[in-house]
């Protein structure tokens, strides 16, 4: 199994883009893993959006969102 790490601090612009480009490699083992580093609850309600689409589409849980409540920088 490999997994791929997108990091997200209030960007989700390109997550999706970057979740969709993953989840699209040829290799089969795989699950997607966004982390999201303290981002306003907007964000955070918009990569849970992202997220449950993309398993809907692929009738699996290969991606997931673990969210912390404060950015540590």
């Known amino acids: 199994m490999v997994s791929i790490i997108i990091p997200c601090y ?8 970057a979740v969709d480009s993953a989840l699209n490699q040829t290799y089969i083992y795989k699950e997607v893993i966004v982390i999201d580093d303290g981002s306003v609850l907007e964000e955070k ?8 689409n993309f398993n809907s589409l692929n009738g699996s849980e290969l991606c997931q969102v673990i969210s912390y409540p404060d950015n540590k920088n």
């Open 10 to 17: 209030n960007d989700w612009q390109y997550v999706e883009q």
């Open 45 to 52: 309600s918009k990569l849970n959006e992202i997220v449950s």
